[in-house]
């Protein structure tokens, strides 16, 4: 390795890259400003069609950020008190976080090999205080759809499909999304498709869930002077759907690299196996690649060195949710939920963005090989 490439910077966050030219966007803001058309606006309205076309669904209810798309999507089942809703556990906290607020229990169960939602484990949580499912396509990785879907229906369960981290991912060559009887996206700037802030969409195929989300982010207004229900404020702004039609627009682009870039870093890290457990890739499922993650020994090790050579690996997430303090209400314990601890000591996240040069994965593959030739 050459001194040049010792000091390259690969940074995990592509913002400054992918925003390098804003006269465009700017130029539209502009437009914005002088329209007056802020809240629920023409963007707003154009950028849920394009949405809702692109995952597959009939309709798409733009909110305030992925974790309201979830719990307005909770809200609009009359999910709350008393109520269970089923998650696991290595999921990121807006997850339970919805669920929390919502006011219902969070039930957790353990992730399986390649760390989304284990199904045997999710059906024999269920209770008949059970109010519906929420399997989570996890770093853009979907779960087994056919099989949750499978149990939602044997046991009369509403599925929400939280598909916060998987825009464009799929499970055989069906778009997450659309299987469930709703799902939540989040636009985040350090998603796939992003907007200048948070910003959230809810897709569903059911006019009576449109219809109750449309009140539920807005009051519950449904004219100027009358109100169905007290609800809530958890708008899309008209600024951010703007950033969102130009970006959406990039989709395809967004997602092939970055599933490129992730066979690049599979093929070479396979090669350091059993250093390097990369997560089973399985053939039926579309993966987006919002994470790219593998178990790593030595993990916080490799971590310190790769930072130290410039590069921003990370660890998604550490501490999994039932040993979170918030969890403590829960009761759960360490040793409840084996495989998800296990991830949480040994799963480190590399860039996978589409903003990569070669030279920088390339600099990441021989980072990774010098430190376990060491």
Same mark, same amino acid.
């Given at each position: ?14 913002? %400054?890259? +992918?925003?390098?030219? *804003?006269?465009? =966007? ?27 076309? &692109? *995952? ?17 999507? &909770? ?9 269970? =809703? ?54 853009? +990785?979907?779960?087994?759809? %056919? ?40 636009? @985040?700037? &350090? ?9 959230? =969409? ?45 970006? *959406? !627009? ?39 690649? @919002?994470?790219? !993650? ?12 790769? !930072? ?7 660890? @998604? ?6 040993? +979170?303090?918030?969890?403590? %209400? ?7 939920? &084996? ?36």
């Amino acid at each position: 390795m050459t001194p040049a490439t010792k000091t390259l910077k690969v940074p995990y966050s592509y913002l %400054p890259r +992918q925003f390098a030219d *804003i006269d465009g =966007v700017l130029a539209e803001i502009k437009a914005l400003v002088q329209s007056g058309d802020f809240t629920l606006g023409k963007p707003v309205t154009e950028f849920e069609e394009k949405f809702a076309a &692109l *995952i597959g669904t009939k309709y798409a209810v733009g909110v305030g950020s992925g974790t309201d798309a979830l719990f307005l999507s &909770l809200k609009a089942l009359g999910i709350g008190a008393g109520d269970e =809703v089923i998650t696991m556990a290595n999921t990121f906290v807006a997850t339970a976080g919805a669920i929390e607020t919502a006011g219902a229990r969070i039930v957790f169960v353990d992730c399986d090999e390649k760390g989304v939602i284990d199904c045997g484990k999710m059906e024999a949580a269920i209770t008949p205080r059970t109010k519906a499912l929420m399997p989570v396509v996890w770093g853009g +990785q979907p779960p087994d759809m %056919p099989r949750v879907m499978e149990i939602a229906s044997k046991h009369k369960l509403p599925v929400i499909e939280d598909s916060c981290q998987g825009i464009g991912a799929a499970f055989d060559g069906r778009n997450c999304g659309t299987w469930g009887l709703m799902a939540g996206f989040s636009l @985040h700037p &350090l998603k796939n498709i992003n907007v200048w802030g948070d910003g959230g =969409v809810i897709v569903t195929s059911s006019a009576e869930m449109r219809d109750k989300l449309r009140l539920l982010r807005n009051h519950g207004m449904s004219s100027r002077d009358e109100y169905a229900f007290y609800a809530y404020n958890s708008r899309l702004d008209s600024l951010q759907a703007l950033v969102g039609l130009r970006e *959406i !627009q990039n989709f395809r682009w967004i997602t092939d690299i970055r599933i490129a870039n992730a066979k690049t870093l599979d093929a070479a890290l396979a090669k350091l196996a059993p250093k390097i457990r990369l997560p089973k890739r399985d053939p039926r499922e579309t993966h987006v690649y @919002h994470l790219y !993650q593998f178990h790593a020994q030595r993990r916080d090790e490799l971590l310190k060195f790769l !930072q130290g050579r410039g590069i921003e690996a990370k660890v @998604h997430y550490p501490i999994p949710l039932h040993l +979170q303090p918030a969890s403590r %209400p829960l009761g759960y314990k360490k040793g409840d939920f &084996l495989m998800a601890e296990a991830d949480a000591a040994a799963t480190m996240t590399l860039p996978v963005h589409q903003h990569l040069t070669k030279e920088e994965i390339a600099h990441m593959i021989s980072s990774i090989e010098e430190f376990y030739a060491a």
